[in-house]
């Protein structure tokens, strides 16, 4: 007996069904081995009868899913697709919480020493930062 797509057939059937339907967030594809389902690695996620790497801006730290998530804490961002964990701003850098993909470069006027942050702070008054080269 060959089970279809999506279905596999367990080793311990029960009489009345041989062939099981994958569990959610794995597959099979009808030219695989009988026997079991396949699922898609942490940074990864399925579609259809595929594994595809979470995009930009996107993480998925666990097996077997079938979405990736969005960073979700405020100064968190991932630039890179297939990864499992978001990146803190580093300090001189914030990430809005509506800005997934990026860190942002502090303006002129504003700092933030801190990492992981979703802002900057102004200067105050009579004082300045700017951006300079060194020589």
Do not use: F, M
Request: net charge positive; with cysteine; hydrophobic share 15%.
């Amino acid at each position: 007996c060959v089970c279809t797509a999506g279905y596999y057939a367990p080793k311990t059937p029960s009489p009345h069904q041989s062939c099981v339907k994958c569990p959610a967030g794995k597959w099979r594809r009808e030219t695989d081995p009988n026997d079991s389902c396949k699922g898609c690695t942490p940074g990864q996620y399925l579609i259809s009868t595929q594994c595809k790497l979470c995009p930009i801006g996107k993480i998925q730290p666990y097996q077997h899913q079938t979405t990736c998530n969005y960073c979700s804490l405020p100064g968190e961002y991932q630039d890179e697709s297939g990864k499992v964990a978001c990146k803190k701003a580093n300090p001189g850098y914030y990430s809005p919480s509506n800005e997934h993909k990026r860190q942002i470069e502090c303006p002129d006027g504003q700092v933030q020493p801190l990492e992981g942050k979703s802002t900057c702070i102004s200067c105050g008054i009579n004082r300045y930062v700017g951006h300079y080269q060194q020589q």
